[in-house]
């Protein structure tokens, strides 16, 4: 028998996931990712990598359970994106904590770095440039804009503050990379130590137009290249890595490495150029599948690699929205619910939201809007408001927003084919939620099945495809649609028209915290 064991480490949890040779989920074992805050302004968010590996560890052990030592095994990892760590290569042992990508030590050098003169030269000479030539390349240099989620900067002033990593930078003994970059150099006890595209593709440190690092903006902005691991294809035929044997007791060769938005768009079938994932978690990622070409956006979608085989890129893409599942664990903290399954039939209670509006912005607002200064807020309140408006409200702030950014992918990018819309991701178990996208978006939602999982399944589809226990031909008859939301042509009207109001909202609440 043959097996995959998927394992996906996301913001929130890590879960690895059994899978047959027809790709059907066997078990599955998962634990909290135990995230550590501190820090007022400059907020640190970060993960003890001690801990982390200890539960990979565990929840890998816990599925292996199911196989015999007869049984073939293999490992396909996603994983949470622009997360690092850095360790000394004398003997790997780690320096810092893993920073994720929600830490917030570098806004302030990347607010400086967008006000600076270099960067204006660089706008100035990228809208020139775009201009003349019409190439996306250019109209990224006029748009970019460094983002403490990005790596980069990151990275920079944890060095910075470190005189031990600073010495170490010197004699070239400071290790670096990502979360599954740590992991391989991890599971196979030091002697892999690479980068995956479609991780690093979301970093802030890779040019897709050139498939490779950014190396000529890494100098201007100084980062050290010299702890740039090489870039490898997402999967391939021959194993990425084999796993130490003293940690499981068998061999176990990992095909797939990619990151977690990527693999979900890879689980819901979205292969073809046009095809939108839309996933629902902690927060909202929307991604759409341009194939070959390089999607240089002016309003914050941003251009990855979904996933790269033989060198050859898939492109991705993407808009996303910080706020979802955080605004409804805070919506239930202070008693507008329960129990989170019981907003859709509270918003279906009522007919609408008697003028009540919800803007879901405590991480600020992103694509299209790119304001980490707008203030999260209840607006249209009246006496006569009642607990279920306001869960409707918030229910339909989160259609807005992925509304929001399909709007800005229908305005920018043109596609062939109609779109195919599949949405997964914890929300995404909500009818309301998907039934206002479906009516607002005037397509049919398609929902999967084992929505929380589709990630995982991502990775295991395609570490199957590249050891041959399935053909291309058979992937489609694997993806699993559990519910197909169509659009209320009798509510569309006044759906808009509630959104339209909400863009009024959206920009009182705007700029607010700007200094």
């Not at 204006?120 to 804009?145: N, Q």
């Not at 693999?263 to 070959?292: E, Q």
């Not at 305005?411 to 084919?417: G, P």
């Not at 808009?496 to 915290?513: D, E, G, H, I, T």
Request: glycine share 6%; charged share 20%.
């Amino acid at each position: 028998m043959r097996y995959i064991v998927s394992v996906d480490i996301g913001t929130t949890t890590i879960r690895a996931c059994l899978y047959d040779d027809k790709c059907q989920l066997v078990d599955i074992s998962s634990d909290t990712v135990r995230i550590e805050v501190s820090g007022d302004r400059e907020v640190r968010v970060e993960i003890d990598p001690d801990v982390l590996f200890n539960q990979f560890l565990r929840v890998v052990s816990s599925v292996l359970k199911r196989c015999k030592k007869t049984d073939k095994v293999s490992l396909a990892l996603c994983t949470q994106r622009n997360s690092f760590v850095c360790w000394n290569k004398t003997n790997n042992a780690t320096l810092t904590k893993i920073i994720c990508w929600s830490d917030g030590r570098a806004r302030r050098a990347c607010a400086q770095w967008n006000e600076s003169l270099t960067m204006k030269i660089l706008h100035t000479f990228g809208a020139i440039m775009y201009f003349l030539t019409h190439h996306p390349r250019f109209m990224a240099a006029r748009m970019l804009k460094f983002l403490s989620a990005m790596v980069s900067h990151r990275v920079m002033v944890t060095i910075e503050q470190s005189v031990a990593m600073k010495e170490l930078l010197k004699s070239g003994q400071l290790g670096f990379g990502c979360l599954e970059t740590w992991l391989l150099l991890k599971l196979t006890d030091g002697n892999v130590h690479v980068a995956e595209v479609s991780n690093y593709s979301t970093s802030g440190m890779f040019d897709p137009f050139i498939n490779d690092y950014n190396r000529k903006i890494l100098r201007v902005i100084g980062f050290p290249l010299a702890i740039l691991p090489p870039l490898v294809d997402t999967a391939s035929e021959q194993p990425i890595a084999f796993i130490a044997h003293r940690l499981f007791s068998r061999k176990i060769p990992i095909h797939v490495v990619i990151a977690d938005q990527q693999s979900a768009l890879y689980g819901t079938g979205g292969w073809r150029p046009g095809d939108i994932k839309i996933s629902l978690g902690t927060g909202t990622f929307v991604d759409l599948n341009t194939g070959s070409a390089v999607h240089a956006s002016m309003n914050g979608l941003y251009p990855l690699v979904g996933w790269r085989l033989k060198n050859v890129p898939v492109f991705v893409a993407e808009g996303n929205d910080h706020d979802t599942a955080v605004v409804l664990k805070w919506a239930q903290s202070i008693g507008l619910f329960t129990d989170v399954s019981q907003t859709s039939a509270c918003a279906s209670a009522v007919q609408n939201s008697n003028g009540v509006l919800f803007v879901p912005a405590f991480g600020g607002l992103q694509t299209p809007i790119n304001d980490d200064t707008a203030c999260c807020g209840f607006l249209g309140i009246r006496p006569d408001t009642t607990k279920a408006h306001m869960v409707r409200a918030i229910l339909e702030s989160i259609a807005f927003r992925v509304y929001q950014i399909l709007e800005t992918m229908q305005a920018e990018v043109e596609v062939s084919v109609k779109p195919r819309i599949r949405i997964c991701g914890g929300v995404a178990a909500n009818d309301f939620v998907c039934e206002t996208i479906a009516t607002l978006t005037g397509i049919p939602i398609q929902r999967m099945k084992d929505g929380s999982y589709v990630a995982s399944r991502g990775a295991a589809l395609l570490a199957g495809l590249m050891q041959g226990m399935w053909n291309e031909e058979e992937l489609e008859t694997m993806i699993q649609v559990e519910r197909c939301f169509t659009p209320c042509e009798e509510s569309s009207d006044s759906l808009r028209q509630s959104y339209q109001l909400w863009l009024k909202a959206v920009k009182r609440c705007s700029k607010f915290y700007d200094p």
